[in-house]
């Protein structure tokens, strides 16, 4: 094999083409089916891009999804063209041909260039996750797992409040006598309102007192 | 009302705005040596030194707690107490002083009622994000600019931040006590004073920000977030914190 790349199509076993360890690529379902649509009626019009490159012999840079196709519908022997970079370069092409059209993880790809390789390739930066500051990669470096004051919810631990409201004097007499509202002093010339609280424990109390003498 | 309101100033003898925004009657805090200039200004108010030693809003807010049992803390910028459930074109403002006393003193006695040891008002400013259902809270972020402590509340500021106390002292509660009381139907403005002259703003500036979120973030893990920019707020200071608790 030459390590100058030709453009000639060869066809190889299909087990010889090895997906690449990195591949950012997704595909939809949807997506999956037109193309299985598609290879089922045109066949594999489009060669595989393949390395050449020691120690990268076969990986696959192009083509993930319709080699993927085609094993789904038992071919037995696939279109290859041969390619002949390193790692690094092997990386961009990878997200260079595949760019149009392509459905990417982001995780992903922000592992295999750096940003401004990226935006050279094609992508945006509102695509590209959020770059971290010093100060968010700080942040984020934290461990949360043990903080000098861990707060964890007791069981069942939640806080809330029913109001009872009363529409006369004499239903809210009632409701004072029976829950043992204190009078608030303060609120003589009260413009706000008056809150009188009873926590629910007293108020079972005074509950079960109040039927035993009714 | 048990707590004695007690305003902290520095560096404004003759621009208090609570004085005439929420209730001429309360306890100045000020620096030792800048006494002599609030007492020409506020000759009707009782002015405390704090001590020389004292320095910055953290140790200006723990001589607070040391020196009162119950207190209610308002900064010396309180713009304005306004109403969160009002409908639109009704008045807002709560203008006398009386009433905004009995605002205080009401959720004071709520807090009381319920045992919460920490008590206050929202520190939302859009009535738009008022929820009608949901008059109190009781887990939250309490703004050290109003915010009280009921006796026996255990609490203490740790002296290593430096803006970030009221964050801490929030959670620290949370932690320490479980809950507080936080009325939601009010809520105190201060003026946009981040970096303006005076007060905390002195203390004030992008690194102490950040710094300070990441030592809160040690100190209680998961329950702090760095805020996120919204549509309502689109310009945020890197380094602005949330608080987030795993129950309500």
Redesign the interface.
Request: glycine share 8%.
């Given at each position: 094999m030459s390590k100058i790349p030709d453009l000639e199509i060869h066809w190889v076993d299909i087990e010889v083409p090895i997906a690449s360890e990195y591949n950012p690529r997704k595909i939809t379902p949807k997506k999956k089916k037109e193309l299985m649509e598609s290879v089922q009626k045109y066949g594999l019009r489009d060669p595989l891009k393949i390395n050449t490159f020691k120690g990268r012999e076969n990986i696959l840079i192009s083509g993930h999804q319709r080699l993927s196709v085609a094993k789904d519908l038992g071919h037995k022997k696939v279109p290859v063209t041969y390619e002949y970079m390193p790692m690094d370069q092997e990386k961009l092409m990878n997200l260079t041909w595949n760019k149009s059209g392509g459905v990417f993880d982001m995780e992903k790809v922000i592992t295999l260039a750096d940003r401004e390789k990226l935006f050279e390739i094609g992508f945006s930066d509102s695509e590209l996750p959020k770059l971290l500051s010093d100060f968010e990669q700080k942040f984020e470096d934290i461990d949360t797992d043990t903080p000098v004051y861990p707060i964890a919810p007791k069981f069942s631990e939640h806080y809330d409040f029913v109001m009872i409201f009363t529409e006369n004097e004499i239903d809210y007499m009632w409701l004072k006598n029976t829950f043992e509202l204190e009078n608030k002093q303060s609120y003589k010339s009260q413009q706000v309102g008056e809150c009188r609280i009873v926590k629910l424990k007293e108020f079972m109390k005074l509950y079960e007192k109040w039927t035993a003498k009714s | 009302?048990d707590s004695k309101i007690v305003v902290l100033s520095k560096g404004r003898p003759d621009r208090i705005l609570t004085k005439t925004s929420v209730t001429d009657k309360f306890i100045l805090v000020v620096p030792h040596d800048e006494v002599d200039q609030y007492k020409e200004y506020n000759k009707d108010l009782e002015i405390i030194a704090q001590p020389q030693e004292v320095r910055g809003i953290t140790m200006a807010r723990q001589f607070v707690l040391d020196h009162f049992e119950s207190v209610f803390m308002l900064d010396d910028d309180i713009d304005y107490v306004r109403k969160m459930y009002t409908e639109e074109g009704e008045p807002y403002k709560v203008t006398?002083q009386?009433?905004i006393l009995?605002?205080i003193?009401?959720n004071e006695?709520?807090a009381k009622?319920?045992?919460a040891k920490m008590f206050g008002f929202t520190h939302v400013r859009r009535p738009v994000a008022y929820n009608p259902m949901k008059p109190?809270s009781?887990?939250g972020f309490l703004n050290g600019s109003h915010t009280g402590f009921l006796k026996g509340h255990n609490l203490k500021y740790d002296p290593r931040l430096i803006e970030g106390e009221d964050h801490f002292i929030s959670?620290?509660n949370?932690?320490k006590n479980?809950?507080m009381i936080i009325d939601n139907r009010y809520a105190f403005f201060t003026k946009d004073n981040w970096k303006s002259n005076g007060g905390c703003s002195m203390d004030r500036n992008d690194e102490n920000l950040?710094r300070d979120?990441?030592l809160l973030?040690?100190?209680?893990?998961?329950?702090v977030h760095?805020k996120n920019a919204t549509n309502m707020k689109k310009n945020l200071f890197?380094?602005e914190r949330t608080l987030k608790?795993?129950?309500?």
């Open positions: - | 009302m006398n009386e009433m009995q605002i003193e009401q006695s709520i009622q319920c045992g109190f009781f887990t959670a620290y949370v932690y479980r809950f950040k979120t990441l973030r040690e100190l209680f893990g998961e329950c760095i890197e380094g608790f795993p129950y309500k």
